[in-house]
């Protein structure tokens, strides 16, 4: 029995991780705090020697391959237990699930066939002969092709799934392991490890269209939704390239433990997990400044990892400690970096842009004292929130809480409420209305709400000229004075009218006479009270001859 107990660059291969986890693999398109390292939940013993985990596309299960026995442990993600298990071929190496979760392809590189698993029954149902040494399997994003890489003939075998048949044979470089599909699977990425390169196979052709030389013993391979970034983990060389696929060119190279044969993406592309097969831990690399943040110490030899599409959840294959590492991925802490605008009014409502990182699936935005915004909508970077009233004034925090905690209060942060204020727009106008026995005059007042803040209530007062009679429809009048409330709020940029008239009689002989309206009280304070306020002047011969100005 030809197990692989300690990887080597020549004939042994970790599965094809990057095909397994294709689709949770990503890369961010913009800095972000680096998330918190996992922790060990739990450990579960599986049958010996496991080398590739896949993940039903719902999480609930995992499938566990043994390379020296060919048995699949089927994890329950639940319960972190085996619930049941499988043989198929002689020593299995990676497993890949379709995407509907009602088939999974396994490599057997001793008897160079892929099995074809109906997953409701946990049977076999098709056994298909492919190259010499089967090792990495990956599928195209609708599960129609398969591709597997053969290291012992140095080629890429493509398997229609419907027809469980292999229709092409694609020559690589040396030793193909580790594979990818791009998301419009118009390209399947290759880590020739012999090669100490990336081949790029155009799907179309079937051949290969470009190579992207790398590090030693390039292994597992991992690939971000959108295509533009391959992260190739060098088993030979302590680290892990970054590979630009617009240019097809080397991007960077990030240095980690030893023995790196495969690395993973978290869903959101912000973390890559390297698993350092001779340190017995998992490197975390912020994807963004590309730099480790975290080491991880896991279980015997770890091999392949899949994560949970909530990003929650990883299953990591500990290949000579017969068991899988249970991973937790704590959610990070949101960050408030900046506050625009900075100040606002204690009566609320002011539209504040909160940037930062990790605020996405906010559940509250506080300000302070002030309670929690009323709305608020956010992103990644940024949320769009409605501070609440207050009865007080001067700085508060505007934190920001996730399921994966609160923002701690910092300067960035601060939100300063000031005095609330509403200026009163205040406009008369005087209408004259001739008549030899009853001539008048009508008044209109528009009252307009001139911020910042709405008015909440006001009143309009007006000495009225002596000796004239006056009425009004809707302010009262007594005593020679008119006095207009606003009981209902004004909001800035709205208006409402008054009326009011003063009567002019057949033996008014020459009148002159000014009438003044002015906001006298209300709330919220009027900014400028001096200019709340309008003047008509009247002058009448009789009723007959009337002008105002």
Same mark, same amino acid.
């Given at each position: 029995?030809?197990?692989?107990?300690?990887?080597?660059?020549?004939?042994?291969?970790?599965?094809?991780?990057?095909?397994?986890?294709?689709?949770?693999?990503?890369?961010?398109?913009?800095?972000?705090?680096?998330?918190?390292?996992?922790?060990?939940?739990?450990?579960?013993?599986?049958?010996?020697?496991?080398?590739?985990?896949?993940?039903?596309?719902?999480?609930?299960?995992?499938?566990?391959?043994?390379?020296?026995?060919?048995?699949?442990?089927?994890?329950?993600?639940?319960?972190?237990?085996?619930?049941?298990?499988?043989?198929?071929?002689?020593?299995?190496?990676?497993?890949?699930?379709?995407?509907?979760?009602?088939?999974?392809?396994?490599?057997?590189?001793?008897?160079?066939?892929?099995?074809?698993?109906?997953?409701?029954?946990?049977?076999?149902?098709?056994?298909?002969?492919?190259?010499?040494?089967?090792?990495?399997?990956?599928?195209?994003?609708?599960?129609?092709?398969?591709?597997?890489?053969?290291?012992?003939? !140095?080629?890429? %075998? $493509?398997? &229609? =799934?419907?027809?469980?048949?292999? +229709? #092409? *044979? @694609?020559?690589? /470089?040396?030793?193909?392991?580790?594979?990818?599909?791009?998301?419009?699977?118009?390209?399947?990425?290759?880590?020739?490890?012999?090669?100490?390169?990336?081949?790029?196979?155009?799907?179309?052709?079937?051949?290969?269209?470009?190579?992207?030389?790398?590090?030693?013993?390039?292994?597992?391979?991992?690939?971000?939704?959108?295509?533009?970034?391959?992260?190739?983990?060098?088993?030979?060389?302590?680290?892990?390239?970054?590979?630009?696929?617009?240019?097809?060119?080397?991007?960077?190279?990030?240095?980690?433990?030893?023995?790196?044969?495969?690395?993973?993406?978290?869903?959101?592309?912000?973390?890559?997990?390297?698993?350092?097969?001779?340190? !017995?831990?998992? %490197? $975390?690399? &912020? =994807?963004?400044?590309?730099?480790? +943040? #975290? *080491? @991880?110490?896991? /279980?015997?030899?770890?091999?392949?990892?899949?994560?949970?599409?909530?990003?929650?959840?990883?299953?990591?294959?500990?290949?000579?400690?017969?068991?899988?590492?249970?991973?937790?991925?704590?959610?990070?802490?949101?960050?408030?970096?900046?506050?625009?605008?900075?100040?606002?009014?204690?009566?609320?409502?002011?539209?504040?842009?909160?940037?930062?990182?990790?605020?996405?699936?906010?559940?509250?935005?506080?300000?302070?004292?002030?309670?929690?915004?009323?709305?608020?909508?956010?992103?990644?970077?940024?949320?769009?929130?409605?501070?609440?009233?207050?009865?007080?004034?001067?700085?508060?925090?505007?934190?920001?809480?996730?399921?994966?905690?609160?923002?701690?209060? $910092?300067?960035?942060?601060?939100?300063?409420?000031?005095? #609330?204020?509403?200026?009163? /727009?205040?406009?008369?106008?005087?209408?004259?209305?001739?008549?030899?026995?009853?001539?008048?005059?009508?008044?209109?007042?528009?009252?307009?709400?001139?911020?910042?803040?709405?008015?909440?209530?006001?009143?309009?007062?007006?000495?009225?000229?002596?000796?004239?009679?006056?009425?009004?429809?809707?302010?009262?009048?007594?005593?020679?004075?008119?006095?207009?409330?606003?009981?209902?709020?004004?909001?800035?940029?709205?208006?409402?009218?008054?009326?009011?008239?003063?009567?002019?009689?057949?033996?008014?002989?020459?009148?002159?006479?000014?009438?003044?309206?002015?906001?006298?009280?209300?709330?919220?304070?009027?900014?400028?009270?001096?200019?709340?306020?309008?003047?008509?002047?009247?002058?009448?011969?009789?009723?007959?001859?009337?002008?105002?100005?």
């Amino acid at each position: 029995m030809n197990i692989r107990r300690a990887p080597r660059r020549s004939w042994t291969a970790v599965a094809a991780i990057g095909a397994a986890t294709a689709a949770l693999l990503s890369q961010p398109g913009t800095a972000a705090a680096a998330a918190p390292a996992p922790t060990v939940a739990a450990t579960v013993k599986v049958a010996p020697y496991p080398a590739g985990v896949a993940l039903a596309p719902d999480g609930s299960r995992a499938y566990v391959t043994s390379q020296s026995t060919g048995a699949v442990s089927v994890v329950d993600t639940a319960s972190n237990t085996v619930t049941g298990s499988f043989t198929a071929g002689t020593g299995s190496y990676a497993v890949a699930v379709s995407p509907d979760g009602r088939r999974a392809y396994l490599t057997h590189h001793l008897a160079n066939t892929v099995s074809v698993v109906d997953t409701t029954t946990n049977t076999v149902a098709a056994t298909v002969p492919v190259g010499v040494q089967p090792w990495g399997l990956a599928l195209s994003a609708d599960g129609s092709r398969a591709y597997v890489s053969n290291a012992g003939a !140095n080629t890429v %075998s $493509v398997l &229609d =799934t419907a027809a469980q048949k292999v +229709t #092409a *044979t @694609v020559p690589v /470089g040396a030793e193909p392991h580790g594979l990818a599909v791009s998301p419009d699977s118009k390209r399947v990425y290759v880590a020739a490890s012999g090669g100490q390169a990336v081949n790029v196979i155009d799907t179309a052709s079937n051949t290969v269209s470009a190579t992207v030389p790398v590090g030693h013993g390039a292994f597992g391979l991992a690939l971000s939704p959108d295509g533009t970034r391959l992260w190739a983990a060098n088993g030979d060389d302590k680290t892990v390239a970054v590979i630009d696929t617009t240019a097809n060119t080397l991007a960077s190279t990030v240095t980690v433990g030893a023995n790196p044969y495969a690395v993973t993406l978290s869903p959101d592309g912000a973390s890559a997990y390297v698993s350092n097969y001779a340190d !017995n831990t998992v %490197s $975390v690399v &912020d =994807t963004a400044s590309r730099a480790v +943040t #975290a *080491t @991880v110490p896991v /279980g015997a030899s770890p091999y392949t990892l899949a994560v949970t599409a909530d990003g929650r959840h990883g299953y990591l294959a500990d290949f000579t400690g017969s068991t899988v590492t249970v991973l937790n991925f704590p959610l990070p802490v949101p960050v408030v970096t900046g506050i625009s605008p900075a100040t606002g009014s204690q009566a609320g409502g002011a539209t504040v842009t909160v940037t930062g990182t990790d605020l996405a699936g906010a559940t509250a935005v506080s300000f302070g004292a002030a309670g929690n915004a009323s709305t608020f909508n956010c992103t990644k970077t940024s949320c769009t929130a409605t501070a609440p009233a207050t009865t007080a004034t001067g700085p508060v925090d505007v934190q920001v809480t996730t399921p994966g905690g609160t923002s701690a209060a $910092v300067a960035a942060d601060r939100f300063t409420y000031t005095a #609330a204020g509403a200026h009163l /727009g205040v406009a008369l106008v005087a209408t004259p209305v001739t008549d030899l026995v009853a001539g008048r005059v009508d008044y209109t007042i528009t009252l307009t709400g001139q911020g910042p803040d709405p008015v909440t209530s006001a009143t309009v007062n007006a000495t009225l000229p002596p000796g004239l009679p006056a009425s009004s429809t809707d302010c009262a009048v007594a005593n020679g004075q008119l006095a207009c409330t606003l009981a209902a709020p004004l909001a800035k940029g709205a208006s409402t009218i008054r009326h009011f008239s003063v009567g002019l009689g057949l033996f008014s002989l020459v009148q002159t006479f000014d009438v003044t309206v002015a906001r006298t009280a209300g709330t919220p304070a009027d900014p400028s009270p001096a200019t709340a306020q309008d003047t008509r002047s009247c002058s009448a011969v009789f009723a007959l001859l009337i002008t105002c100005s």
